[in-house]
């Protein structure tokens, strides 16, 4: 059975670790395993691991972070090139994939850190050395790092790989530099066809958009590393990959998890039967309350106690009286006698709304959301959320801070609502749309590339 990371005292935890000694699913649990440089550091301003890892832990999921991260400079640079290693970066690997001169090479170290520690699942962040450094155009590091992750499934097949754009660097800081900057956009506008061909490939991968998560110069502290309000945001903007590629596990068999509107008072109405029941102390009710979906919480007072181990069907109900119109997520969280946590697939129900409201993300509160794609040519979509009525204006500013459009301008009533812009007339580069709706104001960055 899956194990969970939690706190037992010390007697129960002894019990647990036996009881999973002979237990034959012990080497079940999703295994993650981490690949960058300096800023994938664990103790740099804290850095982006343990937030995602709480993240994860926080919502149920069951995992296991593997590998050492090592502050032994002699093991550093395990594998994307040659020896060479840059001594002041000691993040989990200080991988890099551009030193001047080499040729790409599949790094027996690294393949000996896969061996020993067989993960289910790899996050791959490139480090800006590879752009400050390098010699090699943003098209040949990309074409490395293709061959890079083509490796690692030649290894292993089935792994899934999570990867990460470049973070952005800010003018200002003291390892800023232009030209790498620049190198950064090219290099990133690359990876979604890169990503997309190895998806039709047949493998698992999925692309993170670091680069859009740093918004704020403050958000990085020298031109290039993350500060302290940096690192919760690359946290976040891992987490729906990461917990996707983890997936969920729920040992009691279930027949069947239902939800359904009660229509005369919208409220919703959570059946599920299991077969039989494992170690079940019972369940909890969880609803996905964030908007956009991704932070699923316990709902209060939905414990339904377990029957502990049973081969006798069991019904269960619930129903939950506080959701507001739109799409709710549910799943079931189960607890195991000594503490493990495993999740049920997910469900979900839709409440009517206000007619000629979106009622698919009703919002809770003002939302402006990273436009979609991005890098774009010449279109892309923005998508934001008003809470109640508003005057709202959206303008896009260019780097100088100078306005080039307003998108929109006028009252809007509570609901989603998402436009459509187009930089036709603009020329490539970095840009910033800007929403203001009554007290409310949210810049976000957005890339035209041709």
Same mark, same amino acid.
């Given at each position: ?108 170290? =690294?393949?000996?850190?896969? $061996?020993?520690?067989? %993960?289910?699942?790899?996050? +791959?962040? @490139?480090?800006?050395?590879? /752009? ?121 068999? =279930?027949?069947?998890?239902? $939800?359904?509107?009660? %229509?005369?008072?919208?409220? +919703?109405? @959570?059946?599920?039967?299991? /077969? ?175």
């Amino acid at each position: 059975m899956n194990k969970s990371h939690t706190h037992r005292p010390l007697a129960a935890l002894l019990l647990s670790l036996l009881s999973a000694l002979l237990s034959p699913d012990v080497l079940s649990a999703t295994k993650v395993m981490l690949l960058g440089d300096s800023i994938t550091e664990l103790n740099w301003q804290g850095g982006y691991r343990p937030l995602l890892c709480k993240k994860l832990l926080d919502a149920g999921y069951v995992f296991d972070f593997v590998g050492t991260n090592t502050s032994n400079h002699n093991d550093t640079n395990l594998g994307f090139a040659f020896p060479q290693a840059y001594w002041d970066h000691e993040g989990y690997t200080s991988a890099t994939i551009d030193i001047p001169g080499s040729v790409w090479q599949w790094s027996a170290k =690294l393949r000996n850190k896969l $061996a020993a520690n067989s %993960p289910d699942i790899m996050l +791959v962040l @490139l480090g800006v050395n590879d /752009i400050t450094n390098g010699t090699r155009s943003a098209a040949q590091i990309a074409n490395t790092m293709s061959a890079f992750l083509d490796s690692i499934w030649a290894f292993k097949p089935a792994i899934k790989v999570v990867l990460s754009n470049l973070t952005p660097m800010f003018p200002g800081g003291a390892l800023y530099n232009a030209t790498a900057a620049q190198k950064i956009q090219q290099y990133n506008a690359l990876l979604p066809a890169m990503v997309a061909a190895k998806v039709q490939a047949g493998r698992y991968c999925e692309l993170v958009d670091n680069y859009s998560a740093l918004t704020l110069s403050s958000d990085v502290e020298d031109g290039v590393h993350p500060s302290v309000t940096g690192y919760p945001k690359l946290a976040n903007a891992w987490y729906p990959a990461v917990s996707a590629a983890i997936g969920v596990s729920f040992p009691n068999t =279930l027949a069947f998890f239902n $939800a359904s509107l009660i %229509p005369q008072n919208n409220y +919703v109405r @959570l059946d599920w039967k299991t /077969i039989s029941e494992i170690n079940n102390s019972g369940i909890f009710v969880q609803k996905d309350t964030s908007r956009p979906v991704g932070g699923f919480k316990d709902i209060s007072g939905s414990f339904q106690q377990g029957h502990g181990t049973t081969s006798v069907a069991q019904n269960y109900s619930y129903t939950d009286s506080t959701a507001k119109p739109g799409k709710w997520v549910y799943r079931l969280k189960q607890v195991d006698l000594d503490g493990t946590v495993n999740l049920s697939e997910p469900v979900t129900v839709d409440i009517p709304g206000i007619a000629g409201v979106d009622d698919e993300l009703m919002p809770a509160s003002f939302t402006l959301e990273q436009n979609y794609p991005n890098p774009f040519n010449p279109t892309t979509t923005i998508r934001y959320g008003l809470p109640h009525k508003s005057n709202v204006t959206l303008k896009v500013y260019n780097s100088l801070g100078q306005q080039v459009a307003v998108v929109l301008s006028g009252e809007q009533g509570i609901g989603s609502y998402e436009v459509k812009f187009d930089g036709a007339g603009l020329a490539s580069g970095m840009y910033f749309y800007r929403l203001e709706a009554g007290t409310y104001v949210e810049t976000k960055k957005l890339m035209l590339i041709r």
